[in-house]
Structure formats: C-alpha cells, structure tokens
C-alpha cells in the first residue's frame, strides 16, 4: 500500500516523524520538520516488485589490488586524503559559503587534469562564467578540466556514463542537487540523501572518484546532510576564520586514511597557497614583549606545530566573570582555571579570563594545558615568559604534570625554529633523549611552574628589568638552566 508515504522529515538530522511537530525529538532542533516523501530513493513500482538477483560471495583473503591512488598535485591535499584519491571513494568537503571550497577544488582539478586525467567538474552554484573567470583569476585557464554547470543527477550520471570514466568528479555542490526519483525540492534531505546515493552508486560501479561539496549551517553541521556522512568514504572539512588568511583542510573521517592529519593553507588573491611550514606561520606574527603569551609544541596528526597561546587575565567589574576562549575547548580551560585555584593558590574568581589561540587554529590536545595555564599565570601576574620557551604537558586535576605523546618530536621542531628551552613533564624527560638541542625545564607539578612565574614577576618588579626581548638566549640559560 502506498498510500502513507508521506511524512515529516527533519531537515537537520534526517529523522522522519508522521506528523508535524515544533521539535524534532531526535536532534532537538526547532521547526526543522517538513513534508517529504519518505521511501528515498527508491520507487515504490520497483521496490514491491523486483525479484532478488544472486550474487557470488567471496572470501576475505582474495586478490584485491591495491588501491591506486591519485594524486591532487598538493601535498597538503594529499596528507589529509591520506595519500590521494582512492578509485571508486566518495568524500564529502564540507565548509563555510566563502570559505574557499571552489577555490581549492578548482585548483585540485587544474593540476591533476594538466597531468593528464580526465578530471570533472559540475558546479550547481555558479555559472560557467563564474567558474571560467575563477579560473583565469588563478592563471589556470588553460587546464583540460571538463566543466559543466548541471544539477540533475540523472543528466549527469547518463553524460558521464559515455566516454572513458573520469577520474574524479567534482560536485559543486551536493545541496544543490536533484533527483527525479523522489518527490521534494531540491536542498531537503531527501533530495540531497537521494542525490547522494545515486552518485555514490555511480561512484562504486565506474570506479571513478567524486568529490561532492557540502555547506555548513551556522552550528557547524554540514548542513541537512549529516545522512550523507556516514554514506561516503571521507569527510574533509575546509575551515578559518574569515578574516584571518590560514585556511585548515582537516579529516573529520576516513576509510583510506588518517583522521587526525591537517592540511594548511594561505588564501592569496591568487588562490590558494599550501603551507608547508604551518609553525612558522603561526608564529609569524608574534608580539614578543607582552605578558600572557606562550608558545605550545604541539602535534597535528604526524606532523608537529608551534603555536601561541595568548591569555588575558582582569579584574572583574561583572559578578560573575566571564571566561572566554577562542580556538581552545571552554572545559579545558575551566579544568585548568580550578586546578589554579585549587592547588597553586592562584585566586583568579575576582578576575575575567580571555584565551586565545593565535592565528585561527583550533587545537585539540590535552598537551596545551601547560602552556594556557603558563600564559594566563603570566598574564595575572604580568610577568613576560622568556620568548625562547616552548611549553606542554597534560594537568591532572591533582595538579601533577602528566606526559603526553609525541616528546622529540615537539622539541625536534621548537629546536628547528630557534627556540633554545622546552619547559614540559618530569616524566618526558627520559623520552626526550639528551640530544634534543633545547635546554629542558622539567616539571612535576604545576604549583612548580607557578612558582618560577611569580618568581619572575617579582624580579621583574624589583629590578625594573627591561623587557626580555633584548635577552640574549646566552642570559636565559646562565640564570635558569
Ligand atoms: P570560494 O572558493 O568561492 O568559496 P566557497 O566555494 O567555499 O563558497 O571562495 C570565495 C572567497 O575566496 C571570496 O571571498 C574571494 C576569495 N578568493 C581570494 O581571496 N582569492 C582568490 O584567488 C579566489 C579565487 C577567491
Ligand atoms: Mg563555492
């Protein structure tokens, strides 16, 4: 019987209800139910009539060959798609409107159609004209990119089922795509559901590879298309702060590769540019002389990252104080905030705290612990750090700085940029090995590290000390190593 077929269907979340309700109950988002023809992708004439055809079973230990991958000629790509594009895989780049992801697609495909595969590009958003002139302002208009501005799923399948099978196909983008074979417009989550499975379809049976382009909503979801997630192979999500230059093209899940790679790149007026050294990125534009800045030695997948964390700390005017931070988790913060108090006696109630990770980068390890809770002490107390200092290490909630992964190669990189000491836990000293080139400031505890601040502080109070940027990294180590 096909007559209930329709139903209410949450266009955040994708779960489907038989009548109308102001919440949806699964994602707890409001008003986001609308009518939509439930059954998918599949009509009802096939579904009650199709006879099951056999199929051969295999077993795990046949001859697969491996993979062959390919190459979106930028290494940053590469490192976060783990190595390039597998035949046959969907992924999924998900960002912001503006926030590059045509640019970056349209360089991929220039470079990998130059070096001579046949490479697609579909665009849902924009003109043929948009997307030539995009390409003349990269200086890449004479890249052999086959361009197309379609959005039916079923004219594109049928148009690039003639010819030898492309490569990879870019769809720009999935939101924009339609079906005939369900019922609701275009941009609901049945249709993209449905777009999506037809062209992972197509994906599978050719071999070619598709890169479908997602918008994010404000919340940061990739947007209706939380359905389409878990039906592709990898999620890649493009980020930045709009009016920073540093864009992050980051694995949010991948069944060819790592999850935790990033990949880094500047917007210029020509395009997109790869980082290949993000630490001296990010520290380029370091304020040396201010109190409550400190540098984290941290890790991005395999690859280390120096990175400067600024902390502001003042006294409240506001009963509650705020606490704010920028690129950093708010419970971590919090975490180290009460660990402060509780164990070091740094009474920081009275005053209102702003964290921020320079450059636009979010950070993710527990390792920066050390290095917020040196720059919000050094802040309170205003006592500038030595600019030479890399910092990290995980606080327990007892106060004890506790090891984290990854020693030498943290120090490998502070070592490479110039950094002369590392201030990180009692119990990485061993792993760090006696050749790491930087003077090292073991810690066991963070009440230790407090100390050595305040001490500072002090100092610098009673001495009238000029500020440490005219140190000489000689003096550092005379006076504290
Ligand atoms: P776009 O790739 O269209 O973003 P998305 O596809 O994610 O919506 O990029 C749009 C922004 O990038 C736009 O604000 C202009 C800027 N831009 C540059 O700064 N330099 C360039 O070379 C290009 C092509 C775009
Ligand atoms: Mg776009």
Redesign the pocket.
């Given at each position: 019987m096909a007559k209930n077929t329709l139903s209410f269907v949450c266009q955040n979340c994708g779960a489907a209800y038989n009548r109308w309700q102001g919440k949806c109950e699964s994602c707890g988002e409001w008003n986001t139910l609308a009518e939509e023809d439930a059954t998918g992708s599949i009509p009802v004439s096939i579904r009650s009539k199709r006879k099951g055809r056999t199929f051969a079973l295999e077993s795990l230990a046949g001859k697969t060959q491996d993979a062959p991958r390919l190459s979106s000629g930028m290494t940053e790509f590469d490192r976060v798609t783990g190595g390039g594009f597998v035949r046959g895989s969907v992924l999924l780049v998900g960002?912001d409107?503006?926030?590059?992801?045509?640019?970056?697609l349209t360089q991929a495909t220039s470079l990998m159609a130059r070096a001579g595969h046949r490479i697609v590009y579909i665009s849902g958003e924009e003109a043929i004209a948009q997307v030539r002139l995009?390409a003349e302002?990269?200086g890449l208009s004479d890249a052999p990119v086959q361009l197309a501005a379609e959005t039916s799923v079923e004219d594109i399948v049928s148009t690039l089922s003639e010819g030898a099978v492309p490569r990879l196909i870019v769809i720009d983008s999935i939101q924009t795509m339609w079906t005939d074979t369900v019922e609701s417009a275009p941009g609901t989550v049945t249709q993209v559901r449905a777009s999506a499975q037809a062209l992972i379809r197509f994906a599978k049976k050719t071999g070619a590879a598709i890169i479908l382009v997602g918008h994010v909503t404000k919340d940061g979801q990739i947007a209706g298309p939380r359905v389409v997630e878990h039906m592709v192979d990898a999620v890649l999500s493009f980020e930045g702060e709009g009016s920073q230059q540093f864009r992050i093209l980051r694995a949010v899940k991948n069944r060819f590769g790592p999850t935790d790679e990033i990949g880094v790149f500047e917007?210029?007026?020509?395009?997109l540019r790869e980082v290949t050294n993000p630490s001296e990125l990010f520290l380029s534009e370091r304020d040396l002389g201010t109190p409550g800045t400190a540098v984290f030695a941290g890790i991005e997948g395999t690859r280390p990252l120096l990175v400067e964390l600024q902390a502001l700390v003042a006294p409240t005017s506001l009963g509650t104080p705020r606490r704010a931070v920028v690129g950093w988790d708010p419970s971590r913060l919090s975490m180290v905030l009460a660990v402060l108090e509780a164990h070091c006696g740094v009474k920081l109630s009275g005053h209102d705290v702003y964290l921020n990770v320079a450059g636009g980068l979010r950070i993710h390890e527990p390792a920066a612990d050390l290095a917020a809770a040196a720059a919000l002490v050094s802040s309170l107390v205003n006592a500038q750090l030595p600019t030479d200092a890399v910092y990290f290490g995980e606080i327990s909630l007892s106060g004890v700085v506790r090891p984290v992964a990854q020693t030498p190669a943290r120090l490998k990189e502070a070592a490479k940029l110039g950094f002369q000491r590392a201030v990180l836990p009692e119990s990485a000293r061993g792993e760090a090995g006696g050749d790491a080139g930087l003077t090292l400031n073991a810690i066991n505890s963070l009440t230790t590290l407090v100390a050595e601040i305040a001490a500072r502080g002090s100092r610098r109070g009673e001495s009238n000390a000029p500020a440490e940027k005219n140190a000489t990294p000689a003096r550092f180590r005379r006076g504290e190593g």
């Open positions: 960002g409107p503006g926030i590059g992801k045509s640019t970056l995009r302002r990269l917007m210029t007026g020509l395009g």
